[in-house]
């Protein structure tokens, strides 16, 4: 296949990391993969590995809909004669839908949506002209089940649909031994007594942060040696600092700073807690559940389908930060969250690998290939009839 991956940019997030993830994968197994950014965030770009016959293009938009962006993105249709076009999320597939129109090519449009909430009134405007793109898109997936239900109640759909969840690499995502998990946290000044929550998130508003902070301080009041390690950064780094000293926590509070390798600073962590308002299949749960990490999650998006709660992981009410307390005390005793991380990890390999993901998205895009290729097939046969 020659697959042409078209995303926003290339900024830190979950949906950019799947994206590169995917391309890089399929070009490891042989496809000609060439990915588009539309806006220049290059955050991620070192990243990719296509390989020596693939490439990776800005279009330098330089507003929301740029022309010129729109006319390179047509040229990279002509030039790289994609066999499928792969957009993530509905800005990236507003461009390739225009673009492969102007080209005047019929190339199958497979959509990933890795949203499951309009943040504000502006979006869900934006999303009531999305919807026609996403209905002419060849194929549209989900990234977990609760997320399709809820697209498909808006009018949000493909021609075709799906659920393919996240997935990790396994042996990436592998948990440390027991001397190199002491090194690092004695590297960021964690005592061994220490009971140390991690989040990995860039730190806006939907991610919800300052709860996190809250969490911390009334855990320190009930004498558990609760320090939150924040594994990103953000425009929100300044009022969790703020509130973190506001609340007495401040020297228990550590924030990292952006991290190509996140996983040193998951290692040094008890347990991980995601306080987001809004979510569709975190790969940051899945990262910490594959190091052997339970997860305390908001009860949003897929949670409830890689989370059993009391089992490997725990759920809460979004903005309950009383019951969140709670969870996190749960998981202040050793033993249990010993036992829960480890089932937090069979969990992963059973149902979120990597591989299981790749192998349904190559299917899924070789299937529309073959079909387009009867499709054209089907057309010089009928144009020779005449």
């Given at each position: 296949?020659?697959?042409?991956?078209?995303?926003?940019?290339?900024?830190?997030?979950?949906?950019?990391?799947?994206?590169?993830?995917?391309?890089?994968?399929?070009?490891?197994?042989?496809?000609?993969?060439?990915?588009?950014?539309?806006?220049?965030?290059?955050?991620?770009?070192?990243?990719?590995?296509?390989?020596?016959?693939?490439?990776?293009?800005?279009?330098?938009?330089?507003?929301?809909?740029?022309?010129?962006?729109?006319?390179?993105?047509?040229?990279?249709?002509?030039?790289?004669?994609?066999?499928?076009?792969?957009?993530?999320?509905?800005?990236?597939?507003?461009?390739?839908?225009?673009?492969?129109?102007?080209?005047?090519?019929?190339?199958?449009?497979?959509?990933?949506?890795?949203?499951?909430?309009?943040?504000?009134?502006?979006?869900?405007?934006?999303?009531?002209?999305?919807?026609?793109?996403?209905?002419?898109?060849?194929?549209?997936?989900?990234?977990?089940?609760?997320?399709?239900?809820?697209?498909?109640?808006?009018?949000?759909?493909?021609?075709?649909?799906?659920?393919?969840?996240?997935?990790?690499?396994?042996?990436?995502?592998?948990?440390?031994?027991?001397?190199?998990?002491?090194?690092?946290?004695?590297?960021?000044?964690?005592?061994?007594?220490?009971?140390?929550?991690?989040?990995?998130?860039?730190?806006?508003?939907?991610?919800?942060?300052?709860?996190?902070?809250?969490?911390?301080?009334?855990?320190?009041?009930?004498?558990?040696?609760?320090?939150?390690?924040?594994?990103?950064?953000?425009?929100?780094?300044?009022?969790?600092?703020?509130?973190?000293?506001?609340?007495?926590v401040g020297a228990d509070v550590s924030i990292t700073g952006f991290q190509q390798d996140v996983r040193p600073f998951l290692h040094a962590c008890d347990?991980?807690?995601?306080?987001?308002?809004?979510?569709?299949?975190?790969?940051?749960?899945?990262?910490?559940?594959?190091?052997?990490?339970?997860?305390?999650h908001s009860e949003v998006g897929g949670a409830a389908e890689m989370i059993r709660p009391g089992r490997n992981g725990f759920l809460f009410p979004v903005?309950?930060?009383?019951?969140?307390?709670?969870?996190?005390?749960?998981?202040?005793?050793?033993?249990?969250?010993g036992r829960m991380g480890a089932r937090a990890r069979e969990a992963v390999e059973a149902q979120f690998s990597e591989r299981a993901m790749v192998d349904?998205?190559?299917?899924?895009?070789?299937?529309?290939?073959?079909?387009?290729?009867?499709?054209?097939?089907?057309?010089?046969?009928?144009?020779?009839?005449?």
């Amino acid at each position: 296949m020659k697959i042409l991956f078209v995303t926003g940019s290339l900024v830190h997030g979950g949906a950019e990391r799947h994206a590169i993830t995917l391309a890089n994968r399929l070009a490891e197994r042989g496809h000609e993969c060439h990915f588009a950014y539309v806006k220049d965030d290059r955050s991620q770009l070192a990243r990719l590995r296509l390989g020596p016959r693939g490439s990776a293009e800005c279009l330098w938009a330089s507003g929301y809909l740029d022309f010129d962006a729109l006319f390179r993105l047509k040229n990279l249709f002509v030039k790289k004669q994609p066999t499928v076009v792969f957009a993530v999320n509905q800005y990236a597939l507003l461009y390739a839908t225009l673009a492969g129109r102007w080209a005047g090519r019929r190339v199958p449009l497979v959509t990933v949506l890795h949203s499951t909430l309009y943040r504000n009134v502006k979006e869900r405007l934006q999303f009531l002209a999305y919807r026609p793109f996403f209905w002419t898109a060849d194929q549209a997936v989900f990234v977990c089940e609760a997320q399709r239900r809820h697209w498909m109640r808006q009018q949000v759909f493909g021609r075709a649909n799906a659920v393919i969840y996240n997935g990790v690499d396994l042996e990436y995502w592998k948990p440390c031994g027991p001397a190199e998990r002491r090194s690092v946290r004695a590297a960021l000044g964690f005592a061994e007594e220490d009971y140390v929550v991690g989040l990995s998130a860039v730190l806006r508003p939907e991610k919800n942060p300052l709860q996190l902070v809250e969490a911390a301080a009334m855990l320190r009041r009930r004498n558990v040696r609760a320090r939150v390690l924040m594994i990103g950064d953000g425009p929100l780094r300044g009022e969790v600092e703020a509130a973190a000293r506001r609340l007495g926590v401040g020297a228990d509070v550590s924030i990292t700073g952006f991290q190509q390798d996140v996983r040193p600073f998951l290692h040094a962590c008890d347990a991980i807690a995601l306080t987001s308002f809004t979510e569709a299949f975190s790969l940051a749960a899945i990262e910490a559940m594959a190091l052997a990490r339970p997860v305390v999650h908001s009860e949003v998006g897929g949670a409830a389908e890689m989370i059993r709660p009391g089992r490997n992981g725990f759920l809460f009410p979004v903005g309950d930060t009383a019951a969140l307390v709670e969870r996190l005390g749960q998981l202040a005793v050793e033993d249990t969250r010993g036992r829960m991380g480890a089932r937090a990890r069979e969990a992963v390999e059973a149902q979120f690998s990597e591989r299981a993901m790749v192998d349904r998205y190559e299917q899924m895009l070789l299937g529309l290939e073959k079909g387009n290729g009867k499709h054209n097939e089907n057309l010089r046969r009928t144009a020779g009839a005449h």
